[in-house]
Each structure stands twice: as structure tokens, then as C-alpha cells.
């Protein structure tokens, strides 16, 4: 089983993973199996006149990063976006790329390096418990916070095993 280690303060618990997702796409697929097919087994719950999800997303950020390059492949420049989905990092990355303006600015070539870009998604998760936690998905760490059983902790870390593929040595 993958190791959380409990962090200070509120309760919480941080697992770095072996390798960070590879790409937004496996990154996506993760998140959205987690929100559709509920591998958690969180339950959705009820507040007056609201009928609430087992799992939703609260937050999520994507950051993709540029360097600018002349001719000889010096590097003169740098940038970063950041949206608020993966649509917009998407179309963000083709808009960057395209934008002649602030390429001729930059006097060099814009290449996009996916292998430095940043991704995180919160997750508001309801245990069949009762018990409201969030657990938050970045590129190279699973975070589970605000919990008070130890149970989901264990829980989530078994998920963990089984969506992250174990470093190859």
C-alpha cells in the first residue's frame, strides 16, 4: 500500500508519487474516473432542496509553460498560463503558439515544454460515513485533507496503488 505520510495541523496526509502523470490527458482520466465511476466509494447527500454528488470538483488549474528561442536555439525569453480547465489549457497552448505578436516581442521562437507544465484538481469527496474530505490531485502528489477517520486515508491510499504505476527500478 502507497504511503501517506500525516502531515501537522488539521489533519491531512501527502503522498508523493513515484512519477508525476505524464501528461493532461492521463492526468483527466484520473480525475474523471474519479468523479464518474466513484472508485472512492463516496455517497451523494442532501442539503435543503439540493441533492448533492458523491465527488465534485471545487477547484482546478492547469499551467503551461513556454521558453521563447532565437535562431542558434539560445534561450530569450519564458512564459506561463494558467487556466481554469483543461479546454482552456488546450486551446491556451494552440493560442500561445500561434501568437506571432508576442513572438516577434519576444524576438525568438515559442515552444511549449508539457514536461514542466503544472496540473491540480480539488476534489470535495462525501464517505459513506458521513464524513466530508478533499482530496487534491496535482501532476506529481495525491493529497487527502480534512478528514477525521483514518479509514480514508486507507482507502484512498489503496486507490492510489491501483491508479499510479509503481516507479520502474
Request: glycine content about 6%; some cysteine; overall charge positive.
Amino acid at each position: 500500500m502507497r504511503q501517506f505520510t500525516p502531515k501537522p495541523g488539521t489533519k491531512s496526509a501527502v503522498c508523493i508519487l513515484d512519477r508525476p502523470f505524464a501528461d493532461i490527458g492521463s492526468f483527466n482520466a484520473v480525475v474523471q474516473e474519479l468523479i464518474q465511476k466513484n472508485p472512492l466509494g463516496c455517497t451523494s447527500y442532501r442539503t435543503i432542496k439540493k441533492h448533492h454528488p458523491p465527488v465534485i470538483k471545487v477547484r482546478e488549474r492547469y499551467t503551461a509553460k513556454f521558453v521563447y528561442e532565437d535562431k542558434e536555439k539560445k534561450q530569450v525569453g519564458s512564459s506561463s498560463e494558467v487556466y481554469n480547465s483543461v479546454v482552456g489549457y488546450e486551446d491556451g497552448i494552440h493560442a500561445v503558439m500561434a501568437n506571432m505578436a508576442n513572438t516577434a516581442a519576444h524576438r525568438g521562437r515559442v515552444r511549449h515544454i508539457p514536461g514542466s507544465d503544472h496540473f491540480s484538481v480539488i476534489l470535495k469527496c462525501h464517505d459513506a460515513g458521513g464524513e466530508f474530505f478533499f482530496l487534491c490531485l496535482a501532476r506529481d502528489r495525491i493529497t487527502v485533507a480534512s478528514y477525521t477517520n483514518d479509514a480514508i486515508r486507507k482507502n484512498v491510499a489503496l486507490w492510489t496503488d491501483h491508479v499510479v504505476a509503481p516507479a520502474s527500478g
